[in-house]
């Protein structure tokens, strides 16, 4: 029975692939859902949710399509972010391992083409990696001299790798390649973050944070604590990246800006995953008159996708408000709860969010 609603729902997706919409906004938030295995395609298929309706988001499926990426299984991971200037998200496709260059390689998606053609295919520095190790993109910003003229959006993001155990310190690590080398050239290496070495009952993120006077505009780590937390509750800790406006970067990742801080979400599973993003209406943009990303939009929205066992029989997206305005009760109530079009979802897929701007006649 759960097979049969599966094909319903998936079938609902497809077809609101044709509704007609307006765009009130250039730019509107987007749920990707990428299909790694068990296709019908025997490709990898991506699927877009659109959050631009405010009072519906993220029921109206815009894009659903294969990839031209065979099936792929858990040495793969996919993160979106802005490689050229276009303002089209590309998605970035991370092969941990099973490479002929015996090196973690990356591939970028143009998502002017709806994921259709690849803007790069190379190796990186990076050795092949296993599953200790998570990745995020960002920007630690060297290109940007003062640090604050530079958003997320912003073009040829470094890849963060965290190593949660099996290193040398005993610590987690994180290293930063960097995106305007082609993930050739090390910005950091091996920086120690205050955590002991870490499980599967973390998650990490990348993403910008601002609080009053501390602000990482685009480099900050998002720490996830999903289980076996003091308070009961899943946690985040947010550790600052690069010290904006210096180049003097003594100890990355080594200073607490937020937390460990318990959230308004319960312990969480491996059925829910996190993402950072911003929510319609105070989507990321460009702000020509301030000359890079609004800073209001520095502080980030938890997104908690629930991918089985709901209540609805859908893959449910979760929204922890950040509170930017008080800064007293970060991720302590809900922006959003609800249900999507998409089935409910197992290991089998990879989520990410990006903002999303698609041709739409
Ligand atoms: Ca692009």
């Known amino acids: 029975m759960r097979f049969v609603s599966a094909q319903i729902s998936l079938l609902v997706c497809f077809l609101n692939v044709t509704v007609t919409s307006t765009w009130a906004f250039d730019y509107f938030t987007g749920l990707m859902a990428i299909k790694k295995s068990k296709t019908g395609s025997d490709s990898t298929e991506i699927y877009v949710l659109g959050g631009q309706d405010r009072n519906n ?27 050229n200037d276009d303002r089209y998200a590309d998605l970035y496709v991370i092969q941990k391992s099973g490479t002929a260059s015996k090196k973690t390689e990356v591939g970028v998606l143009d998502g002017k083409s709806n994921f259709q053609t690849w803007l790069l295919r190379t190796t990186t520095a990076l050795p092949e990696t296993g599953d200790n190790v998570e990745f995020g993109l960002g920007h630690y910003g060297r290109r940007s001299g003062t640090g604050i003229d530079i958003g997320f959006d912003g073009q040829y993001p470094d890849i963060f790798i965290i190593k949660k155990s099996q290193t040398a ?20 290496r ?6 002991p070495e870490t499980g599967d ?40 990246g690069r010290n904006p406006g210096t180049y003097s970067d003594a100890r990355p990742f080594w200073r607490v800006l937020l ?34 990303l609004r800073q209001e939009e520095l502080h980030q929205d938890i997104y908690v996708v629930k ?11 979760h929204i922890l408000d950040p509170d930017f305005i008080n800064h007293l009760n970060e991720y302590k109530k809900w922006k959003l709860q609800k249900g999507t079009p998409l089935p409910e979802t197992g290991d089998t897929y990879d989520y990410d969010f990006g903002v999303f701007r698609f041709s739409c006649g």
Do not use: M
């Open 169 to 188: 310190s005993k610590k987690t690590e994180v290293s930063v390649l960097e995106g305007e080398s082609n993930f050739q050239t090390w910005i950091v």
């Open 190 to 195: 091996d920086a120690q973050t205050p955590l």
């Open 201 to 240: 009952n973390f998650e990490f993120l990348v993403g910008g944070y601002r609080a009053s006077h501390l602000v990482d505009p685009t480099s900050a780590l998002y720490a996830i604590q999903k289980g076996s937390t003091a308070s009961k509750t899943t946690e985040v800790t947010v550790f600052q």
């Open 307 to 317: 991918k089985s066992g709901t209540g609805t029989y859908s893959t449910e997206v």
């Open 57 to 83: 988001p993220f029921d109206t499926c815009i894009l659903q399509t294969t990839l031209p990426l065979p099936q792929t299984g858990k040495n793969f991971k996919f993160l979106t972010g802005y490689y």
């Open 259 to 292: 937390g460990p801080t318990s959230t308004a979400l319960h312990e969480t599973g491996d059925h829910f995953t996190f993402l950072l993003g911003s929510f319609w209406p105070r989507g990321r943009y460009y702000d020509n008159a301030f000359g890079g």
